[in-house]
T-cell receptor, first 113, second 117 residues
């Protein structure tokens, strides 16, 4: 079985500060890992994904994430927060033999002016 | 290229009525997934369908819920005899068909927000 844990249901950072959203997963087989962003009353938009290859993955809007197998982590970072980054962020895992995504409970990011 | 289209965006039903939620996948996609998002929670997988086939329904409640993806037309998630606990946002996602595309991400629609009175 696969699972995702997102530490911190709410994170607040000042505009221009580093954004760090944490994600840990459990999976019995090599995972595919994803970060999605959800703006109010909208669907999920893919930020970035890790499948194979380079463990540092760059996504849209300046976000990136690093797959660390030894720590079973896939934390999301952005060097400098922007007001438009305020949203809910979901980490998800999918096993190579399984089509369904398993999501974490989400982290609501607030940007302080 | 239109994205995943879901309708209606908002649906209000009284207890005991039926709710029908529609999802048209992206052009060229024949894999459809339904997820449910309860308030303050993440998305939970419900069902995975390909054209005319249910592949994985391990997340579907045993009663009142059904899904289909006919050869022609959108995928339909049907909830019969709705109860207050069915109030949630229901999201549809799609991905491309064919072998070798398992690394493709799922593309999500904007969801249908179901409210039960």
């Amino acid at each position: 079985a696969q699972s995702v844990t997102q530490l911190g249901s709410h994170v607040s950072v000042s505009e221009g500060a580093l954004v760090l959203l944490r994600c840990n997963y459990s999976s019995s087989v090599p995972p595919y890992l994803f970060w999605y962003v959800q703006y109010p009353n909208q669907g999920l938009q893919l930020l970035l994904k890790y499948t194979t290859g380079a463990t540092l993955v760059k996504g849209i809007n300046g976000f990136e994430a690093e797959f660390k197998k030894s720590e079973t982590s896939f934390h999301l970072t952005k060097p400098s927060a922007h007001m438009s980054d305020a949203a809910e962020y979901f980490c998800a895992v999918r096993n190579s033999g399984n089509e369904k995504l398993t999501f974490g409970t989400g982290t609501r990011l607030t940007i302080i002016p | 290229n239109a994205g995943v289209m879901q309708n209606p965006r908002h649906l209000v039903r009284r207890r005991g009525q039926e709710a029908r939620l529609r999802c048209s996948p992206m052009k060229g996609h024949s894999h459809v997934y339904w997820y449910r998002q309860l308030p303050e929670e993440g998305l939970k997988f419900m069902v995975y369908l390909q054209k005319e086939n249910i592949i994985d329904e391990s997340g579907m409640p045993k009663e009142r819920f059904s899904a289909e993806f006919p050869k022609e037309g959108p995928s339909i998630l049907r909830i019969q005899q709705v109860v207050r606990g069915d109030s949630a946002a229901y999201f549809c996602a799609s991905s491309p068909t064919g072998t070798g595309v398992r690394n493709q991400p799922q593309h999500f629609g904007d969801g249908t927000r179901l409210s039960i009175l």
